[in-house]
């Protein structure tokens, strides 16, 4: 199996550690943006689309900085292959212009975003269901200089509004998932702000309102919380569920009624085979471009 792989940073790194162990002799090739980028052993340096159409790859991972999403997925979809496309899908919207081409071209599509693989996500989404909810609360809070050690953060695309950039589009995962659990809000209202010690151009606090038929969901993300918090809570009729992400945990209330040992890191390999096993195998229809587009306008519409 061949497979194609755009952006050769962090993310792909985790893919390319899956895929081989999804399959042992998988063959990976990286569309590199200059012929002077750095060997990776096992992995064959491609340098411009001519060299691309000659191979024959079952699919295409997109990991590069978000801001050049559109123009790579552009490029690729003559080769006619699936595109697993790493979160999030653009860094602006389109009105819809990459989806209808993709549409009118019939690529099958995934956007990754794994949480929904996180087996305490997974849990609760079968747990509520038919459950009468009031209220939902999401946190996601981390110290962006610490994602990448010895890097200056303030020189990473995180950090820089015209390189997609920015909290609120970075940690699209927490939109995501509620979109996953509860469906596409009837409104949504938003603060976007850069107000903290970090000191970057882009967005280091997002606070959104998701407001449904018969409850609202807060979601508030920031990158310069020093002990990290990522957490759902889902006030019921009856009881609250506390989600823990980080430790993969739930409380009803304040006992522990599910734990898992996995972390975020093997919901990875997770993703991938149910992406060639469902999307590509059975043309399953989970966050194709449709989905995702309509996730990207509630993170970034009238921002």
């Excluded at 790579?72 to 699936?82: A, G, V, Y």
């Excluded at 899908?89 to 929904?116: F, H, M, P, Q, W």
Aim: hydrophobic share 40%; with cysteine.
């Amino acid at each position: 199996m061949n497979v194609l792989i755009v952006g050769l940073g962090s993310i792909a790194n985790k893919h390319i550690s899956a895929l081989k162990n999804i399959n042992p002799d998988i063959k990976i090739y990286a569309l590199r943006s200059s012929e002077d980028a750095n060997s990776i052993e096992g992995i064959t340096n491609l340098f411009s689309i001519i060299e691309i159409k000659v191979i024959q790859f079952r699919f295409a991972i997109i990991s590069n900085p978000t801001y050049a999403h559109h123009q790579t997925i552009k490029e690729l979809i003559p080769l006619n292959i699936p595109l697993f496309i790493e979160k999030p899908l653009l860094s602006k919207l389109d009105n819809g212009e990459l989806v209808n081409l993709i549409n009118k071209n019939t690529i099958i599509t995934y956007v990754a975003c794994n949480l929904r693989f996180l087996d305490c996500l997974q849990f609760t989404k079968n747990y509520i269901t038919n459950e009468r909810i009031n209220e939902v609360n999401i946190y996601c809070g981390s110290y962006l200089p610490n994602w990448r050690p010895g890097r200056n953060y303030k020189k990473t695309y995180s950090a820089n509004k015209d390189q997609g950039g920015g909290v609120h589009i970075d940690l699209i995962h927490e939109i995501d998932y509620a979109y996953w659990l509860f469906g596409k809000p009837k409104k949504v209202s938003k603060v976007f702000s850069s107000k903290s010690s970090l000191k970057i151009n882009a967005f280091d606090y997002a606070n959104y309102t998701l407001s449904y038929a018969d409850f609202n969901t807060s979601i508030i993300l920031n990158y310069f919380r020093r002990d990290p918090r990522r957490t759902l809570e889902i006030v019921l009729e009856k009881e609250t569920i506390l989600v823990d992400i980080l430790k993969n945990m739930v409380y009803r209330d304040t006992e522990l009624i599910f734990h898992s040992e996995k972390t975020i890191v093997d919901t990875y390999e997770t993703q991938l085979r149910f992406f060639i096993d469902k999307i590509i195998t059975e043309k399953s229809k989970l966050n194709i471009i449709d989905e995702a587009y309509e996730i990207l306008e509630i993170c970034l519409q009238n921002d």
